[in-house]
């Protein structure tokens, strides 16, 4: 830090990351200087290390656990509000580093245009990206998320009412879309 307590660019680390207790469990945000690059579900010990060793394979450089960096800093601060139900939109930076293509640009729609308490069918995102029959691709986008939670692929769900896959698992999804006002609370 400089003098006016401030992390100079050159001092900090190109990867951070910490862990934050949620409604679904524990939670791993990382983020490099352009934004929140990863969000990991069922952060063990054992999940972590791997998510860490696939960042930094992927990123080129070691991950450093240091939840004061920006903008790390500010995505658990808006992740913990989100959970304590006192957010209803992240409003961070995002680094898309770790997805392209197709996954990128159903998740860039997802995360514009399907608002808070919202649910939206494969088959209708894949018509909002200009590809109507693609509705399993966007499936697969949804579980190539790297930046689950924030980037809100528990708002997809079945054309035919049914909750659909989750990457974190279904119980999540039904927690998130409860916490949403979508599904009524579950009752145990």
Known sequence: ???????????????????????IGPLLLAATRQGLVNVVFHATDRVREQALDRLAARLGS????????????????QVEEYFA????????????????????????ELAASVPFGAVVGYGDLAGRVGQPGAAQAVGAAMGANPLPVVVPCHRV????????GFGGGLEAKRTLLALEGVLPQPLF
Do not use: C, H, K
């Not at 450093?64 to 790390?72: H, K, Q, R, S």
């Not at 769900?157 to 659909?164: A, C, L």
């Open 1 to 23: 830090m400089d003098s006016d307590g401030q992390y100079e660019q050159r001092d900090e680390p190109q990867v951070v990351w910490a862990v934050v207790g949620t409604d």
């Open 62 to 77: 070691e991950p450093v656990e240091e939840p004061g960096v920006p903008p790390l800093a500010e995505a658990i601060r």
């Open 85 to 108: 139900g006192a957010r209803r939109d992240f409003e961070l930076r995002l680094d898309w580093a770790l997805i392209s293509g197709f996954n990128r640009q159903v998740l860039r």
């Open 157 to 164: 769900v079945e054309s035919d009412g049914g909750i659909g």
